[in-house]
């Protein structure tokens, strides 16, 4: 692919600029006490109501998750895009990206490809959030720059193989939301549910010329996917910048 012709392209857009990616959020249920997410790649309970939460919390953004949450929901899940963290050599995409489809099922290999096709995707849809929605692994692999946590404490005991100890003092996170929820028809267990942000925000830039043009690899894929949404691309940029944002795309 050609470098990005920025004659052609408004006075605003020659400088160098950056834009800052969507925020990274964690969608979690655990066991307390216990900190248990799974057992034998399956929850230990169900919980109708939060099932519920689960799904307005995250249709129509870019959902992460790994193999094995993947192949435990057995589906992709609707009106979503689904990013599926994996090394299998059973999983591969068929070409090209459709940018107008509610559902569609992507696979990476790394942290670094799977953040290019999350925030490319969710700047195209105008999203500003990327929800990753397990397992243990994935929830260790983004650690470091998680800004938000939807967090489902089910109150029960149970055995599992799969954990997620992350604690939230105060003075790291603030509690956004608490709500405890009793026991009820649909629901195994009451829990309580709360939304955790991160004080010291992890934001991540990246610079415009860098994300279009980066590398081969990255540029053939541009080139047969993102033409036709290039002016969303460009509009992103252009309000991060009135948003006063230090920029990075």
């Not at 057995?74 to 895009?81: A, K, Q, S």
């Not at 005991?157 to 709500?179: I, N, R, S, Y």
């Given at each position: 692919m050609?470098?990005l012709?920025?004659?052609?392209l408004?006075?605003?857009?020659r400088?160098?600029q950056?834009?800052r990616?969507p925020?990274i959020?964690?969608?979690?249920?655990?066991?307390?006490?216990?900190n248990?997410?799974?057992?034998?790649?399956a929850?230990?309970?169900?919980i109708?109501s939060?099932?519920?939460?689960?799904r307005?919390?995250t249709?129509?953004?870019?959902?992460?998750?790994?193999r094995n949450t993947y192949?435990?929901i057995?589906?992709?899940?609707p009106?979503?895009?689904?990013?599926?963290?994996?090394?299998?050599?059973?999983?591969?995409?068929?070409?090209?990206?459709?940018?107008?489809?509610?559902?569609?099922?992507?696979f990476?290999?790394s942290?670094?490809d799977?953040?290019?096709?999350a925030?490319i995707?969710?700047?195209?849809?105008?999203d500003?959030?990327?929800?990753?929605?397990?397992?243990?692994?994935m929830?260790e692999?983004?650690g470091?720059?998680?800004?938000?946590?939807?967090?489902t404490?089910?109150?029960?005991?149970?055995?599992?193989?799969?954990?997620?100890?992350?604690k939230?003092?105060?003075?790291a996170?603030?509690?956004l939301?608490?709500t405890?929820?009793?026991?009820s028809?649909g629901?195994?267990?009451?829990?309580?549910f709360?939304?955790y942000?991160?004080r010291?925000?992890?934001n991540r830039?990246?610079?415009?010329?860098?994300f279009?043009t980066?590398?081969?690899?990255?540029r053939?894929?541009?080139?047969?996917?993102v033409e036709?949404?290039?002016?969303?691309?460009?509009?992103?940029?252009s309000?991060?910048?009135?948003e006063?944002?230090?920029?990075?795309?």
């Amino acid at each position: 692919m050609q470098s990005l012709n920025t004659e052609a392209l408004p006075s605003s857009e020659r400088k160098p600029q950056s834009a800052r990616m969507p925020s990274i959020s964690f969608v979690v249920a655990r066991s307390y006490p216990g900190n248990v997410i799974g057992h034998k790649n399956a929850l230990p309970w169900h919980i109708r109501s939060d099932l519920k939460r689960f799904r307005q919390i995250t249709t129509g953004h870019v959902v992460v998750m790994g193999r094995n949450t993947y192949e435990s929901i057995g589906r992709p899940l609707p009106n979503r895009t689904n990013i599926v963290v994996t090394r299998s050599p059973y999983y591969t995409n068929s070409p090209g990206i459709d940018f107008y489809s509610d559902t569609q099922v992507l696979f990476t290999t790394s942290l670094e490809d799977t953040l290019f096709f999350a925030d490319i995707i969710s700047i195209c849809h105008e999203d500003r959030d990327i929800f990753v929605i397990g397992g243990q692994g994935m929830y260790e692999l983004f650690g470091d720059l998680v800004n938000k946590v939807y967090l489902t404490e089910v109150i029960a005991e149970v055995d599992g193989d799969a954990f997620f100890p992350m604690k939230f003092p105060a003075k790291a996170w603030k509690t956004l939301e608490e709500t405890y929820v009793g026991r009820s028809d649909g629901d195994d267990y009451g829990y309580k549910f709360a939304i955790y942000q991160r004080r010291d925000r992890r934001n991540r830039y990246k610079f415009v010329r860098q994300f279009m043009t980066d590398i081969e690899q990255k540029r053939a894929w541009i080139k047969n996917n993102v033409e036709d949404v290039k002016h969303k691309i460009s509009q992103y940029v252009s309000t991060s910048a009135s948003e006063d944002l230090k920029l990075d795309l």
